[in-house]
């Protein structure tokens, strides 16, 4: 998270806030940007975060930020793909409506829901579902009036911030070996929990309860703050 | 016996079928059972929502695939492209007024009428129909709707496979387990059970099943060869 501020504050839209603190940092470090304003580093705005760029791109259909966003996601992506087991060329292609879908429902993205990361991995997986199983995703309508509403709407977890994201990230680095390898398995290879025993030949109570092990570790490290 | 309907579900998906829901490697048809049940369960959408962002932070550390040098300049150049209309809703607004109202996704997997289900009886005071889920490969896997009459016990049986059950009105109690409106239950070859309706009205249930059940009674085990389920 302190890097991902950083970024923000080096780039140069954010120069009028970086210009109260550059008392802070040696002065070459902003005057460098103040100097080539419309060419800005990919390196410094690269460590723009991801929330940041996606709302440019739903706000002002910035294609820079577009930009910007592929190549920190495609990449990423296209190994999420590769992980499940589609070819180079179909994941490059699938890589592609996935990044084309960021672009057209960009502006459904809600900061204040979920961070961009988890927004881009839910398109991909529902396109993932699409072009390799043939299956729809049968998901719930928030907008339903069937739908039974949270008791306490003001006590609502599901918003997850950019330090949430952080913690889940360092909670995952820190999790034990094996838990840490079932749980991108479960994510990444496109099969349920019992499917994947089978494959490795593990015995389903070991695979259930070491991602219940991890389920319940990430979700307390998300829970305590 | 009877939660009041405002009541929250007390028996829910283990967290092992959420995370396989969150992570989208669920069949179609577990997936409507899940997805069913979220919308009558705030907390487990809860759970969905933290394993959604748990996706997101595994997509962040993913060690990256290079894409072609022209990607993105191909991708810029589809920018512009019009935006084909989306696929029609197949969402129904049928049947939400009703005392114990289907929600979506199953409400419009059923054709959103509920009063224009075509019934088929399985035995006496307990009737069935098959929903259509899939256009894929659904393999053994089957969603169907079931009704249960009044007081109807269900004959001693157990299942190769696994079965999810949710309930969506009226209630069941199986052992000393009472399962009301939006409990899921889930089992697999290991339970041999025998669930019984509430005495106090209809039990609608969806259940998914990925392989027949088998009848273990005494006697009822003889009809294995010609039960319907």
Known sequence: MAMEHAGTLR???WQPLAGLISGLVPAGVFTFYRNMPDVPSPAVMDGRPLDDLLVAIARDRDRTAFGLLFGRMAPRLKAYLLRSGVGAAQADELVQEVMLMV???AGTFDPARAVASTWIFTIARNKRIDAIRHDRRPEFDPEDPALVP??????????????????????IGKLPVEQAELLRLAYFEDQPHTMIAQQR???LGTVKSRLRLAMERLRRDLAGS | MMRPTHQLPVHHPSLELLLDYAAGSTS?????ALATHLALCPECREVVAQFESVGGALLEEIQPAAMPPDALD?????????????????RSTADVDALCPLPEPLRSYI????QAIRWK?????VDQVVVAVGRGRTGKVRARLLRIGPGIRIPRHTHDGTEMTLVLAGGFSDGDRQYQRGDFSFSDGEIDHSPVADDDGECLCLTVTDAPLRLTGPLMRLLNPFIRF
């Open chain 1, 201 to 203: 030949g593990l015995p």
């Open chain 1, 11 to 13: 780039s140069p839209a």
């Open chain 2, 74 to 90: 191909d991708l810029l150049a589809r920018l512009d492209e019009p935006v084909p209309a989306p696929a029609p809703a197949c």
């Open chain 1, 103 to 105: 672009w057209r429902r």
């Open chain 1, 150 to 171: 949270a008791q306490a709407p003001a006590a609502d977890r599901s918003i997850e911030t950019a330090e949430d994201s952080a913690r889940l990230r360092d909670a």
């Open chain 2, 111 to 114: 054709g959103g009428d509920l």
């Open chain 2, 121 to 125: 009886q399985v035995m006496r005071g």
């Open chain 2, 28 to 32: 179609e048809a577990a997936g409507l």
